[in-house]
């Protein structure tokens, strides 16, 4: 078999993760009745990010409706370490948008193939109880947060 999965280079991860985590959200939203349009970065743009301010490069994934509520939403994905990896620099960004107009998170796990979500600001409580470490190939800072945190529900697809 090839190498694991989190070991690959951060382009295959994110264009894998990205593509195959908004899959799933998308699949979700049309099950839950929730209206969706991409507002975030796509994983294949060919600008230039890094030199955007933090609130720009932290824009959510998408805006949504549901009856009369209008949220944002931000989507992560897990594998098979069962951690969910907060990075430090991104939580500024979603404060931001946060205070525009809620924030929700949706997590996929893509081992189980089920997911969660969220407030944000359940997240921010969660993370006050978790030490900081760093991933080993740029040492940026993070959360780690095990996936027994949160309430999984199966992924139906049809």
């Given at each position: 078999?090839?190498?694991?999965?989190?070991?690959?280079?951060?382009?295959?991860?994110?264009?894998?993760?990205?593509?195959?985590?908004?899959?799933?959200?998308?699949?979700?939203?049309?099950?839950?009745?929730?209206?969706?349009?991409?507002?975030?970065?796509?994983?294949?743009?060919?600008?230039?990010?890094?030199?955007?301010?933090?609130?720009?490069?932290?824009?959510?994934?998408?805006?949504?409706?549901?009856?009369?509520?209008?949220?944002?939403?931000?989507?992560?994905?897990?594998?098979?370490?069962?951690?969910?990896?907060?990075?430090?620099?991104?939580?500024?960004?979603?404060?931001?948008?946060?205070?525009?107009?809620?924030?929700?998170?949706?997590?996929?796990?893509?081992?189980?193939?089920?997911?969660?979500?969220?407030?944000?600001?359940?997240?921010r409580v969660k993370l006050y109880h978790v030490d900081i470490d760093r991933f080993e190939s740029d040492l940026k800072p993070y959360f780690p947060l095990s996936i027994r945190e949160f309430a999984w529900h199966e992924l139906k697809q049809n």
């Amino acid at each position: 078999m090839g190498e694991i999965f989190n070991q690959r280079d951060w382009k295959e991860r994110k264009g894998y993760l990205g593509h195959t985590s908004e899959m799933a959200f998308e699949t979700f939203c049309k099950k839950e009745g929730i209206l969706f349009e991409r507002f975030g970065q796509r994983t294949e743009s060919s600008l230039d990010y890094k030199n955007l301010s933090i609130i720009l490069r932290m824009r959510p994934d998408y805006i949504c409706q549901k009856v009369d509520e209008s949220f944002f939403v931000e989507v992560k994905s897990v594998g098979r370490d069962g951690i969910l990896k907060v990075k430090l620099e991104s939580l500024e960004g979603i404060t931001f948008w946060d205070s525009l107009l809620p924030v929700k998170i949706f997590i996929y796990d893509s081992v189980k193939k089920r997911v969660s979500f969220f407030a944000y600001k359940w997240l921010r409580v969660k993370l006050y109880h978790v030490d900081i470490d760093r991933f080993e190939s740029d040492l940026k800072p993070y959360f780690p947060l095990s996936i027994r945190e949160f309430a999984w529900h199966e992924l139906k697809q049809n």
